[in-house]
């Protein structure tokens, strides 16, 4: 018997050296972030005292529009640790914090953590009863839209650090008068899918959730990447191809051939009719579009179109959209932001948007009655 209670009392020993380590001072440090598989935007690296060495970079490598990285020393609060010349401090867990888009709120989300959330711009195609709840008993505060924020109420949320997005429209130079640390969060320009959820890890480490944030990560790539396989594996040979966007004011907006859409598109089974090196998106002339895509076998448009979508309105919005074969055999893929929480949770949800868009293009392959929960063929 005593020697059981030996073996088991070893065995926990084992088991709680794993999953913890003792820094200098004797106390116990948090679990580690999970090495990065698929983000390119950032980098971690740990020194001893529970200091954690954060590098950001623009995941697309754009020096002209981003010319410098951003670094960070998280450090435990309260503690004396030295940080590197060069590094910015920030003291973790973070607990309150300000967040400029939907897809750093969906981080939060993921994460359960609204509690951290003091700030958001706006409520606009806001779905998140809590977010909604939140802001209207005033925990969390409206600061205004990029570009026009309102430094009153910045100051009013108290935050220890705000998400920003530097490439958007900015309008931050009011906001680094205050001296609130801002963290650039780039996971929007990541080219992988994966990539783009991988980012709920960056939020882990500010918030003291890195555990959470490998279990939910693990839990997306091991979804993703098993529907990956199946459409690899699929025996269809020719595959179907798609085109995205429509017309706005008398362009087309198109994401190039690298663009993270694109490889959802190739992940599930289909072939994109754009096949240039270009990440982002560019305005192009309908006939530019037409003769790429006249005969592709599918259409994808994701709008915020104000009633029910339709053939008809598609065609009312341009007489010549008919003309596409997708349009004629109605094989339009469809998404109403106004209906679904599209940027407020596809970005943690690579697999299920990858699981609709398999469900169109390959039906077999997912099981009868599989609900899509975004992207749907237009009735």
């Known amino acids: 018997m005593k020697k059981i209670l030996l073996m088991m009392m070893v065995a926990l020993g084992l088991l709680t050296a794993c999953g913890s380590k003792k820094t200098t001072n004797g106390e116990t440090e948090s679990p580690r972030m999970e090495a990065l598989k ?12 529970g200091v954690r060495l954060v590098d950001v970079e623009d995941p697309q490598k754009d020096e002209d529009k981003m010319p410098v990285s951003y670094q960070f020393a998280l ?11 060069g590094y910015t401090k920030v003291e973790v867990p973070v607990e309150r914090t300000i967040v400029m888009t939907m897809l750093q709120l969906s981080n939060f989300t993921a994460l359960d953590a609204h509690e951290v959330v003091k700030g958001i711009t706006g409520t606009k195609n806001l779905f998140n009863k ?17 570009g026009n924020f309102d430094p009153e109420l910045i100051l009013a949320a108290n935050p220890e650090v705000i998400f920003i997005s530097p490439f958007k429209r900015g309008g931050y130079d009011a906001i ?33 959730k890195e555990k959470e944030a490998n279990e939910l990560f693990a839990g997306i790539e ?12 699929s025996k269809v040979k020719d595959l179907p191809t798609v085109f995205s966007g429509e017309m706005h004011g008398g362009n087309w907006y198109a994401v190039g051939g690298r663009n993270f859409l694109a490889q959802l598109f190739r992940d599930a089974g289909a072939d994109y009719v754009i096949k240039n090196e270009d990440t982002g998106g560019s305005n192009i002339e ?23 979508f339709s053939y ?28 679904t929480a599209y940027y407020e949770s596809t970005p943690v949800e690579p697999d299920v948007v990858l699981k609709d868009l398999l469900a169109i293009f390959h039906p077999e392959l997912v099981e009868k009655d599989y609900k899509p929960k975004y992207y749907q063929l237009l009735k």
């Not at 809590?130 to 990029?146: A, H, L, Q, T, Y």
């Open 286 to 308: 309908f006939e530019q579009m037409y003769a790429m895509a006249a005969n592709a076998d599918y259409w994808r448009i994701l709008n915020s179109y104000p009633d029910t």
């Open 38 to 49: 698929y983000a390119k935007g950032f980098s971690v690296k740990y020194l001893e005292d």
């Open 312 to 339: 008809e309105a598609l065609k009312a919005s341009e007489p010549r959209n008919e003309l596409f074969k997708a349009f004629r055999e109605k094989h339009v893929i469809y998404c109403n932001m106004k209906q």
């Open 222 to 233: 091991q979804r993703y990447n098993d529907l990956k396989v199946k459409s690899q594996r």
């Open 176 to 208: 680094k008068e205050t001296g609130i640390t801002l963290i650039p969060h780039l996971g929007y320009k990541e080219l992988d899918p994966l990539g783009q959820a991988e980012w709920v890890k960056f939020v882990g480490l500010f918030i003291g």
């Open 75 to 85: 450090v435990p609060k309260g503690s004396d640790a030295k940080v590197p010349e």
């Open 130 to 146: 809590d977010i909604k709840k939140r802001v209207k008993d005033g925990s969390i505060v409206k600061i205004g839209m990029e």
